[in-house]
């Protein structure tokens, strides 16, 4: 479907859970990022990773934490979430933070409930 | 604050027809301007961007922006029912990296 994939599809949890959300992508691209789309609200930047490195990350709750090893892999690591949590996840990816014109190209999402 | 503002439909167009779909920013630093599809239970598809002002085509799809009255509309030419989505208006600003900022999207029907 798309050069960006993530696993799983649907995750339900239990607020003391822990869990992760894997995010892989195929382009070549160097900036990962994670976004949260709930009903009825604009997509939320949650983290940016340009080369790695965390650039962003916009007033996130501690409960979620990201990893970035490299340039193709992305994590969100879960814990004591909450069920406002409950949202679709999104990882996107794009050739360079910061060029003009860069696009984010988007995985499928993760479909989280939280109970 | 940086907003990015899109009517929410649901915009109901007849197939054949061209459906227009409006999109306005606060931030005069935004730089570059990205139409996103998102079909129902699926992520966002990236349909065309577009960083300069006038018109830009591709395919059925032209994008256009008016950066002194800081709006950027999508029209769909000869409609199709596969075409009804819900369509995002995102910008991008040349701070702390280039960060997107999205709309709320834009609900289109096709009629058949």
């Known amino acids: 479907e798309t050069g960006v994939t993530q696993t799983p599809r649907h995750l339900v949890m239990g607020m003391t859970n822990k869990k992760s959300l894997k995010c892989e992508q195929h382009?070549?691209?160097?900036?990962m990022y994670w976004y949260k789309q709930s009903a009825k609200k604009p997509l939320e930047l949650m983290f940016v990773?340009?080369?790695?490195?965390?650039?962003e990350n916009n007033s996130v709750p501690s409960r979620f934490s990201p990893e970035c090893p490299n340039s193709s892999h992305l994590f969100l690591h879960l814990h004591t979430l909450q069920p406002e949590d409950s949202a679709l996840y999104l990882c996107?990816?794009?050739?360079?933070?910061?060029?003009?014109?860069?696009?984010?190209?988007f995985g499928p999402g993760t479909r989280l409930t939280v109970l | 604050q940086k907003e990015v503002e899109q009517n929410s439909g649901p915009l109901s167009v007849p197939e054949g027809a061209i459906a227009s779909l409006n999109c306005t920013y606060s931030d005069r630093g935004s730089q570059s301007f990205f139409w996103y599809r998102q079909y129902s239970g699926k992520s966002p598809e990236l349909i065309m961007f577009?960083?300069?002002?006038g018109d830009k085509e591709d395919g059925r799809f032209t994008a256009q922006l008016n950066k002194a009255s800081q709006y950027v509309s999508l029209l769909i030419r000869d409609s199709q029912p596969s075409d009804s989505a819900t369509y995002l208006c995102a910008v991008s600003l040349p701070v702390a990296g280039n960060q997107f900022y999205f709309g709320t999207g834009t609900s289109l029907t096709v009629i058949p």
């Open positions: 382009l070549g691209h160097n900036a």
């Open positions: 996107a990816s794009s050739h360079k933070q910061g060029a003009r014109g860069d696009t984010q190209y």
């Open positions: 990773y340009n080369f790695k490195e965390q650039t």
């Open positions: 577009i960083y300069s002002n």
